[in-house]
């Protein structure tokens, strides 16, 4: 039986684990990992013989569990789902009473309930923590989202506090340093608990969600500014630029810039024109849309953004499509390319706002369903740094639940409503455009259908409780009563008075 050396433990040396091992190691702690395929971690052992805190390699599971001081910490960042479940199954009775497990994978956070319910039966802890950043966070600094009991969270909070993200606690600005091989101390660490059990990948999963919503929305802006405005890839990467510095300050514009301005090795034409339209997904945007209508919270914008990768996916139709159906007799755009341009940023930054705003209601629904207390503007400032969704923006989240805890809906704080009402006739204008030209802008226009029916006192679905009171005798609620109490009429009925004309 090996000696136990290491404060923690990883297992699964695939990018994400192997990324996330040697920021841990480059914070001095000393970390044990473990990979199925034993090559691999003897070849990643190999490759980093001079970390910090140092890398202890180990061949068998056994040795795994033993190199670990007690209360033993083991990450795993495998695949979610089977995987997941397996590696749990073989720890399991190697591990002992007050033993921790975290999974840092993108499980289901239901899956993350389940498990931490099987493993406290057992005298295990169990922490479901979001990562987000991809590679370049795991190795630097992630976003860490973690779920589970307090009591476990301390063990592992000065590890996660350690190696995630830091950003200024005032201006929630991401710190001087905290760029690749520099580590940073101070500020504040972008990792807080979140909540118990599958709290923790639920925000991750929203995350996940918003993200999706952000691409798409980034994607509509370049689709017409390409297809009305005739702009090049290269116009577009500087526009994106100019973007960059002001209320769209994110990681996705500034990559979205770097991207458009970027040569194909092989051709050198525009790199983006050479890439086929067809988006891949992993499942968080569907898992965030389809709880969004288990809980019947609406959430249309990360929707529409998962459909209109699904649209894309069948190219094949599409392309034969095209040649079928036809779309609207545009004429060429003759206006003021400039001010369309900065329509589109504004329209842009609304529907960014309606989407952040879909996807806290959210997490506030959920924290109902599961009994949670979720503390919105402490997630909106992990997410500052980190992760994928990283923006200047995300600070007037953090300031808006400062100003209101208990704030309904984001549209409702006094910045995002005076942000609304600055661009809303450039949003609308630009929706217009859309609809006349026959390009498609689902996130943008659902996000503004969003909008105004949030906003709206009286929607027409007193016209569609009335039918279905009519076909089903599902009952209607009456203006004139008090809610919740429900009244039907028969129908058809021909003696029934009729509206005089
Ligand atoms: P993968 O999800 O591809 O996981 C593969 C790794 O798990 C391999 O090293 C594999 O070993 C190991 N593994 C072990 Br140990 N036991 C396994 C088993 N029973 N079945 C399958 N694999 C097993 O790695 P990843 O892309 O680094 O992602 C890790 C987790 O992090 C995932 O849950 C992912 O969703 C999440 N995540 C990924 C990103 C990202 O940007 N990639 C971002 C955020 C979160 P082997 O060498 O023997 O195959």
Redesign the pocket.
Known sequence: MSEAVSEIGL????????NLALNIADHGFKISV????TS?MEEFVAANPDTPGGLVGCETLEGFVASLKRPRKVI?????G???D??IEGLIPLMEEGDIIID????KWDDTIRREKELTAKGLRFIGS??????E??RFGPSLMPGGTEEAWQYLKPVWEAIAAKVDPDTGKPLEGAEPGKPVEGGFSCTTYIGPDGAGHYVKMVHNGIEYGDMQMICEAYDLMQNVLGLTPSEMGDIFGEWNKGDLDSFLIEITADILKQADPVTGKPFVDIVLDTAGQ?GTGKWTSVNALDMGTPAPTVAEAVFARCLSAVKEERVAAETILTGPDAPEFTGDKTEMVEAIRQALYCSKICSYAQGFQLMREAQKEYNWTLDFGKIAQIFRGGCIIRAAFLQKITEAYARDPELANLLLDPYFKGAIDACQASWRKVVALAAQYGVSIPTFSSALSYYDGYRTARLPQNLLQAQRDYFGAHTYERVDQPRGQFYHIDWPKPDRPQIEA
């Open positions: 297992i699964g040396l695939a990018v994400m684990g192997q473990y990979n199925r395929t691999k795993i960042l495998v695949q979610a089977a995987a997941t397996k590696v840092g994978g993108n499980a979001g990562v987000s950043g991809g590679e966070g795991a992993k």
